[in-house]
């Protein structure tokens, strides 16, 4: 009954709740919801979702202070609301709020603590009410009436001031139009006076300006360090700077007064027929600014000339002495075409000769050149000589009088010390004082040594030669300048000639190289004709023994099956040896015959996919016999799967018989032999493994090569070709496999082959 009861009870319950909710949910002008005791929201409606931006599913189980904003939170005003709500039933608030877009608004709030039946504090009802637009109302009909108000007032005060207005606007009219011809005057006397003002600035700033250029005009000729001198229209010399003034002085013997005003063809008769002149008429022809370089033959000078044409019809003028320059340029230009000659021959002594007939006449009247490669006695390799008459009178004179060697001056000592000598003088006396005899002195007057300059000719440190240059006919005097050029020639010359070795040497070695190289190649032509010879010998060899020792096998059969008569026991103990010996003679045969077939790349392999159970289980039977015979045991572990290998199965048995062979061999009595198979990666494996005597590290390669053998099989069996291995290496590599071992001395050995596996 009371169960029953309840029960309709609760079902009321349910219900109003029920509509509750959906009342309470639909409500869209007030944000009703519930709080947990902690402040955590519980339910959501739509006014709610409609002021405060949060969707239910986005808020529901947030905790209700997002509504505040940080400074009431802070504050720790929610939490005081729900105590305040909690201790009084009832607590209620206006005040900012903050939606979830972060905007505010004003709220009206109403917090109601929820308990159950027994009085517990379950949560809180919160209704919350935007009055943001009331408030704005409210704040705006104040700020209306208050502005009425005022706008009142002001329309008064307007009134009173319009009359005042009038009245002082008609005396403001009067002042206003005096008042605009007193500015109107105003402003005239300003601009007058601006005018006047900004004139008067120009005035002196030209006058400035004009006394400056002036100064400057003067100072900046005086200054300049070449001459300047200025023409008038007439070629009278207005003008003359310091500079030139000096040159006046120097050249003419005349002060600066006695040039001005001249006519300068008749102060310098010798311009007429200068260059100069030349220059000077074609820019004051032209009235266009005119730079030159002019040689002049009257004072033996280059000059480099500048004329510029002045607008009152006269011309000014600067020139500068450029005969160091040139003479720098000359002699490199012909430094470059030196090296040009220098350079053309690849022969050491023609260079040399070359640079005697190049350095005369242009910087001696005769040149001797002498080379004393490896400090040896000075040899004379060339002479050449402006006078071709005077070449043999300079060889004889060298020939007859060869120089000192332990002379302290000369080519000996320049050879010795790698220093210039320079004889800028040589007076007669000193030609008296050097003269062996009157054919000495006679020869050397008549070559009229006058000045002379000896040069070192070096390649490095190394000295080999030197040139000599002497100054005769041509009288000249050799100066510091005309050494350095020596210099410079003679280190040109240097160079080609250094070239031309260089160039001889590693023409050589091109010689030598391209020799060995075909010698290299006879050889490995030659080296792989015998290998080729050796293959086929081996071949034929083995195939023509075969025949006869498969005949002694049958003989030896048919004895032994008495179709000759009965034999005896002793007889046929004797055809036992004769089977056994032939038999193995003709596996080492065999050996030979397969490799030399290997070699020679005339054995063929056909790889099929082969079951590697197949072959591997058959062996046992195959070599039973040996492992009787060797006292080992056996055994044969197969993979855990069916491996399938691409391999041509002949060739892999042979492979695997002469593995096991050769363990059987090796391995003495009581010792054990396993084959195991396994799969790796995309390969299979077969690890032939004995318990023998194993191969030193260092043979573990080379009992791959052919014909190698590391010591005599232990059970005192016949012994091998040593090609058994290198065979089945090359067979395997040949099934696109691999064969390698591993072993360890007194422990035992493990060849490992590997082979593709075939593909499904
Ligand atoms: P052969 O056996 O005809 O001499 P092989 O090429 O088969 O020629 O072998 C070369 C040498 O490698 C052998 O002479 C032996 O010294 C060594 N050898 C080969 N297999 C083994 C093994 N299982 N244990 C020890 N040594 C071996």
């Not at 300003?190 to 005009?217: G, I, K, M, Y």
């Not at 310091?242 to 600066?256: H, I």
């Not at 494996?685 to 010591?711: C, M, N, S, W, Y």
Request: hydrophobic share 40%; with cysteine; charged share 30%.
């Amino acid at each position: 009954m009371s169960e029953h009861a309840s029960g309709t009870r609760g079902e009321a319950l349910r219900f109003s709740e029920e509509r509750f909710r959906l009342l309470v949910e639909s409500i869209k002008d007030y944000a009703i919801f519930m709080l947990d005791p902690e402040g955590r929201v519980v339910t959501w409606n739509e006014g709610a979702e409609r002021i405060k931006g949060y969707r239910a599913e986005e808020i529901i189980g947030k905790p209700f202070t997002v509504f505040y904003p940080p400074e009431a939170v802070e504050s720790g005003f929610p939490q005081y609301e729900l105590e305040m709500a909690a201790k009084t039933g009832r607590f209620e608030d206006e005040g900012w709020r903050v939606r979830k877009d972060g905007s505010r608004f004003w709220a009206n709030i109403v917090i109601t603590a929820l308990r159950d039946e027994a009085g517990e504090l379950v949560g809180f009802a919160k209704v919350t009410r935007d009055l943001t637009e009331r408030r704005e109302a409210e704040q705006q009909r104040v700020r209306l009436s208050a502005e009425a108000a005022a706008r009142a007032e002001a329309d008064r005060r307007s009134r009173e001031l319009e009359g005042l207005n009038a009245r002082l606007q008609e005396q403001a009219v009067e002042l206003e139009y005096q008042n605009e011809e007193a500015r109107a005057l105003t402003e005239e006397l300003e601009r007058t006076n601006r005018e006047l003002q900004a004139a008067l600035h120009q005035a002196e700033d030209a006058r400035d300006a004009a006394r400056s250029a002036e100064r400057f005009t003067t100072e900046i000729l005086a200054s300049i360090a070449d001459p300047f001198v200025v023409f008038d229209r007439d070629w009278r010399i207005r003008y003359v700077n310091p500079r030139a003034a000096q040159r006046f002085r120097d050249v003419l013997q005349r002060q600066p007064d006695e040039v001005i005003g001249q006519v300068v063809w008749d102060l310098y008769p010798e311009l007429a027929d200068s260059p100069i002149r030349e220059a000077l008429l074609e820019a004051f022809e032209s009235r266009a600014p005119l730079t030159r370089e002019v040689y002049a033959p009257e004072r033996g000078v280059w000059l480099e000339l500048h004329f510029y044409p002045l607008p009152d019809g006269g011309l000014a003028g600067s020139w500068r002495d450029i005969t160091e320059r040139k003479r720098a340029e000359e002699a490199l230009q012909f430094l470059d075409g030196a090296s040009a000659i220098l350079s053309s021959s690849l022969d050491y002594e023609r260079t040399l000769a070359s640079l005697a007939h190049l350095v005369v006449p242009r910087l001696a009247d005769w040149c001797a050149i002498d080379i004393a490669p490896d400090a040896g006695k000075p040899r004379r390799i060339a002479v050449a000589h402006v006078d071709p008459a005077k070449v043999q009178l300079a060889r004889r004179l060298e020939e007859r009088f060869p120089p000192d060697p332990n002379a302290t001056s000369g080519v000996p000592e320049v050879l010795r010390t790698g220093r210039s000598e320079l004889f800028a003088d040589i007076p007669d006396e000193t030609l008296v004082a050097g003269a062996k005899d009157e054919e000495q002195l006679r020869i050397m007057r008549e070559l009229g040594l006058r000045s002379a300059m000896i040069v070192p000719l070096r390649t490095g440190r190394q000295v080999f030669g030197a040139m000599t240059l002497v100054a005769a006919e041509s009288g000249r005097r050799y100066t510091e300048a005309d050494l350095r050029l020596a210099e410079e020639v003679a280190r040109r010359a240097a160079i080609a000639v250094e070239n031309a070795r260089l160039h001889r040497d590693s023409l050589a070695a091109r010689d030598a190289a391209e020799r060995a190289a075909a010698d290299a190649e006879a050889a490995a032509r030659a080296a792989a004709e015998a290998n080729t010879a050796k293959t086929d010998f081996l071949r034929v060899m083995s195939h023509e023994l075969r025949t006869p020792l498969n005949a002694i096998g049958g003989y030896a059969e048919l004895l032994e099956l008495g179709i000759h008569g009965p034999i005896t026991d002793a007889q046929r103990e004797a055809l036992g040896r004769i089977r056994r010996s032939q038999r193995h003679l003709l596996s080492l045969i065999n050996d030979v015959l397969n490799f030399a077939k290997l070699e020679a790349g005339h054995l063929e392999i056909t790889s099929v996919p082969v079951r590697l159970r197949e072959v591997l289980s058959g062996l046992e039977a195959m070599i039973a016999p040996q492992l009787r015979a060797g006292g080992v045991t056996y055994a044969y572990v197969p993979a855990a799967e069916d491996l399938v290998v691409l391999a041509d199965r002949d060739k892999l048995e042979q492979i695997l018989l002469n593995l096991l062979s050769n363990a059987v061999k090796f391995t003495p009595a009581g010792g054990h032999i396993e084959v195991a198979a396994s799969r790796q990666g995309d390969k299979a494996a077969i690890r032939v493994t004995d318990t023998g005597v194993g191969i030193p590290a260092d043979k573990l390669e080379a009992v791959f090569e052919p014909f190698v053998q590391v010591r005599p099989a232990p059970s005192g069996g016949p012994g091998g070709t040593g090609l058994g291995l290198s065979i089945s290496r090359d067979l395997a590599h040949a099934m696109g496999g691999d064969l390698t071992a591993e072993s360890v001395v007194d422990k035992g050995s493990t060849f490992t082959i590997t082979l593709p596996l075939a593909r499904e």
